[in-house]
């Protein structure tokens, strides 16, 4: 199974000036992909590609903002420690075997 300490999260923003950004929450294996995310290449991507291309980069879970808020607010993951909680539920999940 992969650990925590081969994983790590990636927080950045998609969206254009005239609207707000969007922000995503990447848990990111490391092991698979050491530099985490290519932005560059993630906003390149063919859109009919996106989730190929992230699986590439080694993002294990991608959540929007709202979906991290709902879990905070549910009891599901903490704010505290946001890696911790989001790899504990990725693992919960079956995520990471």
């Known amino acids: 199974m992969l650990k925590k300490d081969d994983t790590k999260l990636e927080i950045f923003g998609f969206g ?3 609207s707000d950004e ?3 929450y990447c848990l990111v294996n490391t092991t698979k992909s050491p530099d985490g ?3 560059e290449k993630l906003s ?3 859109p ?3 989730d190929e291309v992230l699986n590439e980069m080694g993002c294990i879970l991608l959540l929007r903002g709202d979906e991290v808020e709902e879990l905070i607010n549910r009891g599901d993951i903490t704010d505290t420690n946001l890696h ?3 790899y504990d539920l990725a693992v919960e999940e ?3 075997q």
């Open 16 to 18: 254009d000036d005239d």
């Open 37 to 39: 995310i290519d932005l």
């Open 22 to 24: 969007d922000t995503f």
């Open 44 to 46: 390149n991507a063919d």
């Open 84 to 86: 911790k909680s989001l």
């Open 48 to 50: 009919r590609k996106f």
């Open 94 to 96: 079956e995520i990471i």
